[in-house]
Nanobody
Framework: QVELVESGGGWVQAGVSLTPSCAAS????????MGWFRHIPGKEQDREFG??????????NYEDSIKGRFIISKDNAKSMLYLQMNGLKPEDTAVYFC?????????????????WGQGTQVTVSS
């Protein structure tokens, strides 16, 4: 089982960029598709899909509200996952989680992901 630890969250003003990262250990990251999910305060959904990337980066998917602003990337050699967040908005305020799946297709369904980090808080002020 791969273990995941997020870092790089913070409190920023709207419009700036932030790049949380996720460090993996225990298993090679080449065995996993990866995703970023988020828990937005006050929303019923526990973990909303953000972005996903397959094992070697051949397929990437984004949720519509972040498409064009956020970029997911994966460095298998360093066992790292990143989420470059540009043009942050107050509604992006959330706890961001990275997650790993052994499925070949990294979907937006959180139930497909079997390993999760503890989350990193991102707060965007207006």
């Amino acid at each position: 089982q791969v273990e995941l630890v997020e870092s790089g969250g913070g409190w920023v003003q709207a419009g700036v960029s932030l790049t949380p990262s996720c460090a993996a250990s225990g298993r090679p990251l080449t065995e996993y598709g990866m995703g970023w999910f988020r828990h937005i305060p006050g929303k019923e959904q526990d973990r909303e899909f953000g972005a996903s990337i397959t094992r070697f980066g051949g397929s990437i998917n984004y949720e519509d509200s972040i498409k064009g602003r956020f970029i997911i990337s994966k460095d298998n050699a360093k066992s790292m996952l990143y989420l470059q967040m540009n043009g942050l908005k107050p509604e992006d305020t959330a706890v961001y989680f990275c997650a790993a799946t052994t499925r070949l297709k990294a979907s937006g369904d959180s139930s497909d992901f079997t390993s999760w980090g503890q989350g990193t808080q991102v707060t965007v002020s207006s």
